[in-house]
């Protein structure tokens, strides 16, 4: 089983550290680079619209729904 990895990132002017597994930061990159935005720029998108969720949750779910319109 794969470790969960731990990043710190600065979303919208706050410094935050975010877990993910690695095939999940993997997933998340590929769709920054993909939509020539910044890691901390599409994870300020999910984080604006992630409602009561935690920030790796609303990432994780995020990714699934992305994938699942592909």
């Given at each position: 089983?794969?470790?969960?990895?731990?990043?710190?990132?600065?979303?919208?002017?706050?410094?935050?550290?975010?877990?993910?597994?690695?095939?999940?930061w993997q997933a998340l990159q590929d769709v920054?680079?993909?939509?020539?935005?910044?890691?901390?720029?599409?994870?300020?998108?999910?984080?604006r619209t992630r409602g009561t969720r935690n920030?790796?949750?609303?990432?994780?779910?995020?990714?699934?729904?992305?994938?699942?319109?592909?």
């Open positions: 089983m794969a470790k969960d990895l731990k990043r710190s990132l600065t979303i919208a002017g706050h410094r935050t550290s975010l877990s993910l597994e690695p095939e999940f920054a680079r993909a939509e020539k935005k910044t890691l901390a720029s599409l994870v300020g998108e999910v984080d920030l790796s949750s609303a990432i994780r779910v995020w990714l699934f729904r992305r994938a699942k319109k592909t």
